[in-house]
Nanobody
Framework: VQLQASGGGLVQPGGSLRISCAGS????????VGWYRQAPGKQRELVAS???????YYVDSVKDRFTISRDNAKNRLDLQMDSLKPEDTAVYYC??????WGQGTLVTVYS
């Protein structure tokens, strides 16, 4: 199983980024999927997740700003991040099936 995350970068507060996670060796639509993040000096936290049936969860701090989506045809997981804040700065990791992790993509929100 390989998961490749991409799309991170630098953005000003209030801006948007879309990060993606492309997978091989595992079918996203048959597994729970999601995104974690880890900020400097902090523990990794669950940001958003999606069950096999498409039920989504968001941590309170990103509700109404982030949107998780899954492209079954492309076997890809996306996270659309809007109205970004400095506290969203972190390395974002995708996960699939509860045990497979991507390598992480850095999102930096600076003013």
């Amino acid at each position: 199983v390989q998961l490749q995350a991409s799309g991170g970068g630098l953005v000003q507060p209030g801006g948007s980024l879309r990060i993606s996670c492309a997978g091989s060796g595992i079918i996203f639509s048959r597994n729970a999927v999601g995104w974690y993040r880890q900020a400097p000096g902090k523990q990794r936290e669950l940001v958003a997740s999606m069950t096999r049936s498409g039920i989504t969860y968001y941590v309170d701090s990103v509700k109404d700003r982030f949107t998780i989506s899954r492209d079954n045809a492309k076997n890809r997981l996306d996270l659309q991040m809007d109205s970004l804040k400095p506290e969203d700065t972190a390395v974002y990791y995708c996960y699939v099936g509860g045990i497979y992790w991507g390598q992480g993509t850095l999102v930096t929100v600076y003013s």
